[in-house]
């Protein structure tokens, strides 16, 4: 242990407590850090959502290319974006972090990559009212950051992504390729000998290019929307690629799906392949009857009609893209971004 406590794992849990009971009281937390277990209390009526997400240094961030800012607000967004996918409303959220010993350490009038993580994190939990509830924290040889959601939904309501049927249309909100063009742009300045990556500008910013792979926004309000009219028949978030959750999407309805390459909203410098394959946008994909009336904004966010659902048949491609006049077959090649790495 430290001698100043205030740097070791004691200081560090104190502080984590402070900041979390702010919350006490909200989303559904009756007791949150501090007893043996946290006491949740969904309102009458509603059924729980819980999903849970592992983000691994080297595998699903790099110190050395991601603030740590944002790998605290990625964690969070990863977890609250499989909420947002089936329209519940954030309860608690429960945070498990390993870090070597060196990353608990505050410097000289600088913060430690702890707490910066914590700022990023706690930064979403706000506006997205989402109370941390409980966690723990461990020296590791490897950071890592395990999160637990708990989201609240009303019995029998939960958008899933089985439901959608032939004839439904596909949407889905915001844009696609976004943080697979800032992940390239990290990628090719760290190849660079003798760079620090993430590129920064005079003024120690990142490229605005960078935003949507760094802080991405989980479509919370949008997922409520949508469940509360009862418009989308089926639901999922975009976090490998949209070839890799159509397919999903596909294959626990039973239909199959074709996109049309002219109507995908591409984010700023996504390529077609990116705004394909590209994972970590976390936009909510969704289906609905061609008679519903979908608008085209919901709560502030852009949402776009992509394609159709079709029913499947032998030998059918599970989903398709078109391109003009020419239809061919859209295998899953989502995002695996690391995987090759150490
Ligand atoms: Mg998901």
New binding site residues.
């Given amino acids: 242990m430290d001698t100043n406590p205030e740097n070791g794992e004691l200081g560090l849990l104190r502080s984590i407590r402070h900041r979390a009971n702010q919350f006490q009281g909200r989303g559904g937390v009756r007791l949150g850090i501090g007893d043996d277990c946290a006491l949740l209390r969904p309102r009458p009526g509603e059924e729980l959502a819980v999903t849970t997400d592992l983000s691994l240094a080297g595998r699903h961030f790099r110190l050395d290319w991601h603030p740590a800012e944002a790998v605290g607000h990625r964690t969070l967004a990863r977890g609250l974006?499989?909420l947002a996918?089936m329209g519940a409303r954030p309860v608690a959220a429960f945070l498990s972090l390993g870090v070597p010993r060196d990353l608990t350490l505050a410097g000289a009038g600088s913060p430690s990559w702890v707490d910066r993580f914590l700022n990023g994190f706690f930064d979403l939990a706000n506006a997205c009212k989402t109370p941390l509830a409980g966690g723990d924290l461990a020296e590791s040889p490897l950071a890592l950051a395990d999160i637990v959601l708990v989201g609240a939904v009303p019995r029998g309501r939960a958008l899933l992504r089985s439901r959608a049927r032939p004839g439904d249309l596909l949407y889905v909100t915001g844009s696609l390729g976004g943080a697979a063009a800032g992940l390239a742009l990290l990628a090719q300045n760290g190849e660079k000998p003798g760079r620090a990556a993430p590129p920064m500008n005079a003024r120690n910013e990142f490229p605005e290019l960078l935003r949507p792979h760094f802080y991405p926004q989980p479509r919370i309000a949008q997922g409520e929307w949508l469940r509360r009219r009862r418009l989308a028949t089926a639901a999922?978030?975009v976090?490998d690629g949209l070839s890799t959750d159509l397919a999903h999407l596909c294959q626990e309805s039973g239909v199959t799906a074709v996109v049309e390459a002219d109507w995908l909203p591409r984010a700023e410098a996504a390529s077609l392949a990116q705004a394909l394959h590209g994972g970590e946008d976390y936009e909510i994909l969704f289906t609905a009857r061609p008679n519903a009336r979908i608008p085209g904004l919901i709560s502030g966010v852009a949402v776009t009609r992509i394609g159709r659902i079709e029913d499947h048949a032998p030998g059918k491609p599970l989903v398709s893209l078109a391109t003009g006049c020419t239809i061919e077959p859209l295998p899953a090649q989502g995002w695996e971004h690391f995987s090759h790495e150490g």
């Fill in positions: 974006s499989d996918a999922l978030d976090s």
